[in-house]
């Protein structure tokens, strides 16, 4: 994706290379400005204040990333790369249970902190996109742990890989009324699921309950600026 220009002959080297330092400065600048962006406001932030905070014009941004879904790849490339792994690992590991419960829990701390990564997580990317391979080896993935814990006995029978998806939805929710409140309360939703989804018995939930005063300020924040006022 990089658009710097080729590499001088070795006899005259020097007049390229301040040109590929500052657009790789410029690239990398722009990437921290769109994942701090994108988490705050998520995918649709503005590109002007991702090019602003940068330091750059939104001229450069487009040279760099063409088109917003550029953008978005690039950034949330490497998270969806650690996503890929933990649904690697779960596959291979001996309790499907546990499997089942690290895929999870490293999909829903993926997206505790990060808007964009909830949106991401959210939606499917066009088919031509480049990190559409690796949200289908996800879905792949995540098909096979579900199969795993229910052979061996420890998840519902009745539950399908679709079903996961409840997970991101509701998480992303959660996370958008809490992380600011109670940042951990997250996690204890992802277990009450997780206890749901299986019929055996329940487990030690590992974050404990809002209190009155954090859900009222949760519901208060979810009502933005006066939204449901007069």
Request: with cysteine; hydrophobic share 40%.
């Amino acid at each position: 994706m990089a658009i710097d220009p080729p590499s001088a002959s070795a006899g005259n080297p020097a007049p390229a290379r301040p040109l590929r330092r500052d657009a790789q400065r410029n690239r990398e600048a722009l990437l921290t400005a769109a994942r701090s962006c994108f988490a705050e406001q998520g995918m649709e932030a503005p590109l002007e204040q991702v090019a602003k905070r940068a330091g750059v014009a939104i001229g450069t941004l487009y040279r760099h990333f063409p088109t917003r879904l550029d953008l978005v790849q690039a950034t949330f490339a490497e998270k969806l790369a650690v996503w890929r792994e933990a649904a690697e690992k779960a596959v291979t590991m001996d309790d499907a249970w546990a499997g089942l419960c690290h895929f999870l829990e490293t999909m829903c701390e993926l997206q505790s902190q990060d808007r964009g990564f909830n949106d991401l997580a959210s939606i499917r990317l066009p088919e031509s996109a480049c990190l559409a391979g690796a949200q289908t080896r996800i879905r792949e993935l995540g098909v096979h742990i579900v199969e795993r814990a229910q052979e061996q006995g420890s998840l519902r029978p009745d539950l399908t890989p679709e079903d996961l998806a409840f997970v991101i939805w509701s998480h992303s929710r959660v996370t958008e009324a809490t992380h600011a409140i109670a940042p951990d309360a997250w996690r204890r939703h992802l277990y009450l699921l997780l206890d749901g989804f299986r019929t055996d018995r329940a487990h030690p939930l590992p974050a404990p309950p809002l209190t009155e005063e954090q859900l009222y300020r949760a519901m208060i924040s979810l009502g933005g600026n006066g939204a449901c006022g007069a």
